[in-house]
Structure formats: structure tokens, C-alpha cells
């Protein structure tokens, strides 16, 4: 597999406290940290992190790691939306599975996490959706797992999805087989359980993508525990999902990883390609004339991260 579905990147007034509470909470280790970001994920059992979360090594641990990474960005921006209400509604949420949903939240609501929706509460049951830290308050879904999918040493949590709303799936879906993401499952609710839709996607290999969709069979949410890379978009037909550079966004990015630079070149230059070639049909049918001045020079960080372009 040559690109594959990295981490998500959230920004947040707090770093220290969104750390203490991942960490304390949901069993996540900090992998990276530097005074502006930090690398955190949730550790199988046997497994373990960097010594020195801000050394050289720990850097190249995260860009190593095989498995689904949280990042968390310090801005000092105020106001910042946590992506669930209107009118940016884009970012859903992030979202771990454990063995025993209601055992979990009893004991986090113990020790103080607040929730949106406890696993009884609400159309859906057996789900539940806990508060981060304040002010941002991002969503964190719990989701019961399937053990008989897992080793029974796995840890309480594992990092399982992030979920985004979009208006057009197949548009959504096309762009991240781009990706090397793959359709696992679909899941699809009426009114009485909201009216929407669930598309669930995969860093998987072909080999292994039976595999996921079978684990997928029969749950009531997709869960296919062992890559931790699953990618849930949700379409609603009333939604108005914004992504873009709207005051204060929480979700900062999505990261891919590439295995190599000469693929991220490649995929980079047609990607390149496809737009001058779009901006290039803009103006024809605006009536302006191509200009030699007009090209602008597009960075892509996974080139930039192996060093193929400046």
C-alpha cells in the first residue's frame, strides 16, 4: 500500500490539559510533544512508546508508528467550533471502542467527563458521546467493541475512527480511493434514528479487505479493530457541512502517510496536473487569456515531509 490513513489534528486553546485528560481518561499515550502540537494514540498491549516524548526519537516514532495517531495543535485563536453546531457542522468526531460501553462511562462519569448522550439515552442505545475539555469540547464517540474480533489483553479503548460530514458521498468516497481508502461498510438509518447515512473507509490492502468488510458484518457499528484507520462520513440531506477556512475551525487537517517520496511525487504532480488543467478551463470559459503569471507553485506536506520538493 503506498498512501495510508495517518492521524487526525485538532486545535486546541489548552494543549496541556486535552493531554491529562486522553491520557487519563481514554488510556491514550503521548508519543510527541513539543510547546505547539502533540502526537498521542492508544497503545496494544506489549507495545510501547518513545522514553523522551520530546527527543529526536520520539519524532521518528510517530512518523514510523503503524496506527492511527491524535494530534493535538495549540492555537491561540478564540472562538474555535468543535465542528457539531450550526452553521459548521463538518468535523463529527472522533470516536474509541471499548469491551463494555456502559461499565466505561460509569466509570468516567466517576470521575468527572462530561457526556452529550449516555449509552441509554437517545434513539440510538449502546453508544455514547463524552465532552472533551472545555471550551472546545470536541465529541468523543464510545462504541461498544466486538471482542470476539480482538485479543482478549487489548487494551480498554482502541483508537477507532474519525468522522466527517459531506455533502456528496460519492464525490467524498472517489476522492479517498485517490487515498488508497476503501469502502468497508455502509450504514444507513431512517427517520425514527435520525435520517442518515453511514461510509465507512479503510486503509486496508486488497488482500486484507475481505477481512475488514467481514468483521463489519452484523455490527452496529463498523469495527475493524485490528488497523485502527477506519474513516466514517455521514451524509444528511438538511446538512450544510463547512470544512473550509471559516473563523475558527476546530479540525486544523486529516494526514495520509506515504511510503515513499517517489510516490508522493508522483501522486503529487498529477494532482498538480488535474488543477492546472481545471484553473486552465476557468479561464477559457471566462474569457481570459492564459497568463505565464498565473501558475501558482502547490506544496504538498507529504512531499515536503520526504523531502522530494522545497
Same mark, same amino acid.
Given at each position: ?7 487526525? +489534528? ?9 493531554? !491529562? ?19 498521542? =494514540?492508544?497503545? %496494544?498491549?506489549?507495545? &510501547?512508546?518513545?522514553s523522551?516524548?520530546?527527543? /529526536? ?17 495549540l492555537? +491561540? ?7 457539531? +453546531? ?25 470521575? *468527572?467527563?462530561?457526556?452529550?448522550k449516555?449509552?441509554?439515552?437517545g ?26 474480533l480482538?485479543?482478549?489483553d487489548?487494551?480498554?479503548f482502541?483508537?477507532?475512527? =474519525? ?8 464525490? &467524498?468516497?472517489?476522492?479517498? /480511493? ?13 427517520? !425514527? ?10 486503509s ?6 475481505? !477481512? /475488514?468488510?467481514? /468483521?463489519? !458484518? ?8 485490528? &488497523?485502527?484507520?477506519?474513516?466514517? =462520513? ?13 473563523? *475558527?475551525? *476546530? ?5 495520509? %502517510? ?13 494532482r498538480?496536473?488535474?488543477? %492546472? ?34
Amino acid at each position: 500500500m503506498s498512501i495510508q490513513w495517518r492521524k487526525s +489534528t485538532l486545535r486546541v486553546t489548552d494543549l496541556a490539559s486535552n493531554i !491529562e485528560f486522553f491520557t487519563k481518561h481514554f488510556g491514550f499515550t503521548l508519543l510527541r510533544s513539543s510547546d505547539a502540537s502533540a502526537d498521542l =494514540t492508544i497503545l %496494544r498491549n506489549g507495545e &510501547s512508546g518513545p522514553s523522551d516524548p520530546k527527543s /529526536a526519537d520520539a519524532v521518528d516514532f510517530v512518523l514510523a508508528y503503524d496506527g492511527q495517531v491524535l494530534e493535538l495543535e495549540l492555537t +491561540t485563536e478564540s472562538g474555535l467550533h468543535n465542528g457539531n +453546531t450550526d452553521p459548521y457542522r463538518g468535523f463529527g468526531h472522533i470516536a474509541v471502542n471499548a469491551g463494555d460501553v456502559y461499565k466505561v462511562c460509569d466509570k468516567l462519569v466517576a470521575d *468527572g467527563v462530561k457526556f452529550k448522550k449516555l449509552p441509554d439515552e437517545g434513539r440510538m442505545k449502546g453508544l455514547a458521546f463524552a465532552f472533551g475539555p472545555e471550551p472546545e469540547q470536541y465529541w468523543i464517540e464510545i462504541v461498544e467493541r466486538n471482542n470476539a474480533l480482538v485479543p482478549a489483553d487489548w487494551p480498554t479503548f482502541n483508537l477507532s475512527q =474519525t468522522m466527517l460530514r459531506v455533502k456528496s458521498v460519492d464525490e &467524498s468516497v472517489k476522492f479517498y /480511493a485517490k487515498l488508497g481508502m476503501k469502502v468497508i461498510a455502509e450504514k444507513h438509518f431512517g427517520p !425514527e434514528s435520525g435520517d442518515f447515512s453511514l461510509y465507512f473507509l479503510a486503509s486496508v490492502s486488497d488482500e486484507r479487505l475481505a !477481512e /475488514a468488510k467481514k /468483521a463489519a !458484518e452484523g455490527s452496529d457499528d463498523v469495527q475493524f479493530c485490528d &488497523s485502527q484507520v477506519v474513516l466514517g =462520513t455521514a451524509a444528511r440531506t438538511d446538512a450544510q457541512p463547512r470544512h473550509r477556512r471559516q473563523r *475558527g475551525p *476546530g479540525l486544523r487537517h486529516a494526514c495520509h %502517510r506515504a511510503e515513499n517520496g517517489l510516490f508522493a511525487s508522483h501522486f503529487c504532480r498529477r494532482r498538480r496536473r488535474q488543477r %492546472r488543467r481545471r484553473s486552465r478551463r476557468r479561464r477559457v470559459r471566462s474569457g481570459r487569456l492564459p497568463s505565464a503569471h498565473s501558475k501558482q507553485k502547490i506544496v504538498c506536506h507529504v512531499c515536503k515531509l520526504y523531502g522530494v520538493i522545497e
